[in-house]
């Protein structure tokens, strides 16, 4: 985003609201005592902008470096001055001074002579007489503030791997440091930027924040994990996790609403209910999970994956139980299975949709069923296992017998299907699309029952239905998470939470909770009933 907002108070109330970056905020820094706010453009915008909070308004901008020079990545104020500032990014590294009066910045470039690093974090000590800058290069360098001139540099061998990426000061001069290649350590003054203390995490550390004196330490990894070190045994911990890149499906047991699953790039994750906490990870390296649901029988995790894979997995312990070669040619994008356990659903890339007959030893097509000409991207079955419905982007609902595998009914709409379910009496469908229309369909002749507009921006991506039929809950990329009255049509509740387009979004059978997740990474638990 462009826009920066101001919070204060208990109730999160917006204090004020900023605009004048274009297409992103880089970085932002407060001054020690909360006077100015400064804000760094990305590279389409390569500004710096001061601006004076109490008054609520900007006081001074200018460029954040040298036409010369590539994009300004981080930006931290002295400790003991309101008026100083430090940027640093590719090949630049100034110090800046605010002329309240002339409503002017000035800078001043640091003098690091035949060097040209990529700074990416930037560390002052208590009484501002050093800057320390952590590179890309693997190396951290000394700035004498007072003079702009450079002073030393370190490790002169054996940099750390792929770059330093965050550092933060303890009281008695320690400097902690977090590396892009997961190495977290201290150096202590004097060690030539050696580490005295070091551990691995797993995943490139992106941010560190220390504890009162230091004695406890919290560490953030582009993994999705927080890790929490003490710094006496140095030894790592993980209070915390997500996932890193987009969730594509979630899904509850049957009748079970206190564990679901979730499946992003990599990784399926089984999560408790209730407390958030994650009680199992499953891994397929370098590969994307597009859909996840449990067999009725619980005894198994079934999974969609990329590769044209289906892979089952047993839910206590994540071990695989049987993997389906080339299920699909150009990826398993959705994914079923029967109240009886004994089949299973899928829809790939290529709009084929394909059953499978299920056993612990053999696992079997029974039919292919080819009429879809877009992606397969929603698949449900009905409660007596006799029909199911694929939703596809080539603008088509077709409804399945699942004994003869040939097509009963086809519903055609302008907009690609995202998402498609049945009410619980089974006589009507509810689906959602690019078109940011929510229609109701009638299952034995395919009419259309009713339209209604779902969202004002963006695709409807996720719909479900509450387990009574009286309410629905839909979400998409407008980023709100809404709960209609299922006969009436109409909005009660709409949640905003999420900073990226939802995927899918699920009312827990038990019907105590709402999990909705997102392109972002973000998995949020909404209370049900309200």
Not at 59 to 67: E, I, N, R, T
Not at 237 to 255: E, I, L, R
Not at 417 to 436: I, M, W
């Amino acid at each position: 985003s462009s826009g920066i907002n101001a919070e204060y108070g208990e109730n999160k109330v917006a204090y004020t609201t900023f605009t004048l970056h274009k297409v992103k905020v880089e970085a932002l820094a407060f001054s020690p005592s909360d006077k100015y706010l400064v804000t760094l453009g990305g590279r389409d915008d390569s500004s710096v902008v001061v601006w004076d909070l109490e008054n609520r308004e900007a006081l001074c901008g200018a460029p954040s470096a040298l036409q010369s020079a590539g994009t300004v990545y981080t930006v931290r104020f002295m400790n003991t001055s309101d008026d100083r500032f430090v940027t640093g990014g590719n090949k630049t590294l100034r110090i800046w001074e605010v002329d309240r009066e002339n409503r002017k910045i000035r800078p001043q470039e640091c003098d690091l002579g035949q060097l040209k690093r990529d700074v990416r974090c930037i560390l002052i000590d208590s009484d501002d007489e050093y800057l320390y800058a952590g590179t890309t290069s693997g190396d951290i360098l000394q700035i004498t503030i007072r003079t702009h001139l450079f002073k030393n540099s370190g490790p002169s061998k054996d940099k750390y791997s792929l770059g330093v990426h965050s550092m933060a000061m303890l009281k008695d001069g320690t400097i902690i440091i977090a590396t892009g290649g997961g190495t977290v350590g201290a150096i202590k003054p004097g060690s030539a930027f050696r580490l005295t203390k070091e551990c691995e995490l797993a995943g490139g550390a992106t941010s560190i924040a220390v504890r009162g004196a230091g004695h406890q330490i919290f560490v953030g990894v582009n993994k999705g994990n927080i890790y929490s070190i003490n710094f006496s045994d140095f030894k790592p911990v993980c209070v915390n996790s997500c996932h890193y890149s987009g969730v594509m499906d979630v899904a509850f047991p049957a009748g079970e609403g206190n564990l679901f699953a979730t499946c992003s790039k990599e990784t399926i994750r089984v999560w408790v209910t209730d407390t958030s906490s994650e009680v199992l990870r499953i891994t397929v390296p370098n590969m994307t999970c597009h859909g996840v649901c449990f067999m009725q029988d619980g005894r198994s995790i079934i999974s969609a994956w990329n590769d044209g894979k289906i892979r089952a997995f047993k839910p206590e312990s994540g071990t695989e139980l049987y993997t389906i070669h080339d299920a699909h040619k150009q990826g398993v994008t959705a994914i079923a299975t029967t109240n009886d356990s004994s089949r299973i659903v899928s829809g790939g890339g290529e709009g084929q949709v394909r059953v499978w007959d299920i056993s612990p030893k053999h696992q079997q097509m029974k039919a292919a069923m080819k009429e879809h000409k877009g992606v397969v991207t929603c698949i449900k079955i009905r409660k007596e296992n006799m029909e199911c419905v694929s939703a596809s982007d080539d603008g088509t609902c077709i409804i399945w017998d699942l004994n003869r595998f040939v097509r009963n009914q086809i519903i055609f709409s302008n907009t690609l299907f995202k998402a498609v379910c049945y009410d619980p009496f089974e006589s009507q469908l509810l689906t959602g699309g690019s078109d940011r229309k929510i229609s109701y369909w009638e299952t034995l002749d395919g009419s259309q029952i009713r339209e209604m507009e779902g969202s004002a921006d963006g695709s409807i991506n996720g719909l479900d239905i509450s387990a009574d039929g009286n309410y629905f809950v839909s979400g998409g990329n407008s980023r709100k998470v809404k709960v209609w009255k299922y006969n009436e049509g109409d909005v009660t509740h709409v949640g905003l939470g999420h900073s990226g387009d939802i995927t899918r979004i699920k009312v827990c059978p038990n019907s105590k909770h709402i999990i909705s997740v997102s392109a972002d990474g973000a998995i949020l638990r909404w209370r049900y009933p309200f």
